[in-house]
Every structure is written in C-alpha cells, then in structure tokens.
C-alpha cells in the first residue's frame, strides 16, 4: 500500500467514524443511564435526513439566496426537531418498558417498523438528496496525490465540536453531574431529590438529536431513503458495547478503532468479510472483556 492510498484509507475511516460516533454517542447516553436498548435510534437519524432535506427545499424554494448557509439551519432543525420527538417518544412510549429489556427491544424494534413505512408513505420508497453548498464542493489537496474532500473535513470538524459539547455538558454542568449520579445509583439520586422521570426524558430526547445531527451530516454523503437509519444501528450498538455502554472516551476510541479496521479490511478484502472478520475481533474482545475495553465501574 502506498503512502498516497494509505493516507485517503485513513481519511476514509475517519469520515465512516464521524457517522458512528454521533450515532454512538446517543446510544451511549440513553443505555448508559435507562439500559433501553432503542432499535428505532436508526429512524430518528433518518428522521434527521428528511428535515435537512425539507429545509434544503425550503430555501431553494423561498431563500435561494441564501442556499450557501442552509446546512447550519438544517443542522439546528434536525437535532430540534428530533429532540422534540424524542422527548415525545419517550414520554408516550419507551417510559412503559424500563426494567423489561426485551420488551424494550421488541417495542422499539416494531416503531422502527412504523417509522419506516410513514416515511415511505410521505417521502415515498426513492432516495432523496440534498444540494450540498458550493463552499463545500470540490477537495483540498495538502500534498500531490492526496485529495480531501472539504465536505468530509466539515463533517470532522463538526463531529469534533459535537463530542467536545457532549462531555463538556456531562462534564461540566449540573445537569450533567445529575445524569452521572443516576447512572451510578438511580434509587440514592431519587433519594436526593433529582427529578429521575425528567432526566430519563431529556437524557433520551438529547440522545434523538445527537441521531438527527447524524442523519443531517449523513446528507453530505449519500441519499436518503426509508431505510436509510439501518445501515448503522448495527455498526453503532457494536461501538457502544465494545467501547463500555457508560464510557464517553471508550465510546470515541471504540468508534475509531472500529471505522478505521473497517475501511482498512474492505481494501484488503470483500464489504462482506470485512464486517465478518470486524464482528468476529469484537466477539473475541468482548469474551474476555465483557463489560468492553473501556467500561467504568458503577454501582448498582
């Protein structure tokens, strides 16, 4: 492998990390602090994918003017508009399967279901794409041969802002603080006082925007269809269990690992094998690591 192909190999695994992460990160956050497997995390990612769509047909159609900065309001209407939907959805649906994990993944399974099929119903069963701005077009070219495309060093730049965000306000904020409580002794944090109902339905609303900002990066690099969110639930539930369902780092570090092994094997072997061999790696760190590599130890 040349320098040329190993460099654009390494560039292409951090652009498949960025989707994971901020797919990773939502899952990591609601099953590190309610354990609901949500298996309709996919849809709301999708769910991103159509608003930023709706919002590029808006202003070509109202502002074309203004078609060079849509993507910032796509951003902040995908992650409000599946914030809102998801703190709905938690409220009205999830909160009645806590402490029943199959159930939990059977209910959401089926929503993912629904979910799918009212997009198919509104958008209909073809992909849709959105125009991506021109300052985003073309590719930035440090050395000879190397070609960056400035749409994918976009998506890193935000993916980075985006997790720095997220630990910053699990980190640094009282908010936070009380989501860590909860995690660690959810019984000790009602005893306290913290509001536990609430914080389940901001946690898992915060969890839905971070997938809608995902579904809006996700825009950049391909089309959009009904089962569009299905091409990373997996991937994503793998980097959640294999970096610690309660580690924000290991969440990073198991999504990189993951996304470069990846994009390195596909070069070196069929798509198919690629993830065979990637699901085998993690079954066989997981034997010996079960909590993952980077778990936190909490009580319960």
Request: net charge positive; proline share 3%.
């Amino acid at each position: 492998m040349t320098f040329d192909i190993a460099v654009m190999q390494v560039f292409n695994g951090v652009s498949l990390f960025t989707i994971l992460l901020l797919m990773a990160i939502g899952l990591a956050i609601v099953f590190g602090l309610m354990g609901v497997i949500n298996m309709a995390h996919g849809e709301l990612m999708a769910l991103g994918s159509y608003v930023t769509y709706l919002t590029a047909m808006a202003f070509s159609k109202f502002a074309p003017q203004w078609m060079g900065v849509y993507l910032f309001a796509a951003i902040a209407l995908a992650f409000a508009a599946t914030f809102a939907f998801g703190y709905l959805l938690e409220r009205g649906f999830v909160r009645f399967f806590y402490n029943r994990p199959l159930d939990t993944l059977l209910a959401t399974w089926g929503l993912s279901l629904i979910l799918q099929q009212a997009y198919r119903s509104i958008f209909g069963a073809q992909e849709v794409s959105v125009p991506l701005p021109q300052w985003l077009s073309g590719a930035w070219e440090p050395v000879a041969g190397i070609q960056l495309p400035i749409s994918r060093i976009f998506i890193i730049g935000l993916t980075i802002a985006v997790a720095v965000g997220v630990y910053l306000l699990l980190n640094r904020t009282r908010w936070g603080l009380k989501v860590r409580a909860v995690t660690q002794n959810r019984a000790m944090s009602e005893a306290v006082g913290i509001d536990t109902q609430r914080l389940d339905a901001l946690t898992f609303a915060l969890g839905a925007g971070l997938a809608g900002i995902a579904g809006c990066v996700f825009t950049m690099i391909g089309s959009t269809n009904p089962g569009t969110g299905q091409l990373y639930i997996v991937d994503s539930f793998i980097v959640v269990v294999f970096g610690g369902v309660q580690s924000l780092i290991g969440t990073v570090l198991s999504g990189f690992a993951i996304a470069q092994s990846q994009t390195t094997l596909e070069y070196l072997m069929s798509g198919s094998m690629a993830r065979v061999t990637i699901l085998l790696l993690v079954i066989v760190v997981l034997y010996f690591r079960p909590n993952g590599l980077f778990a936190t130890r909490s009580r319960s």
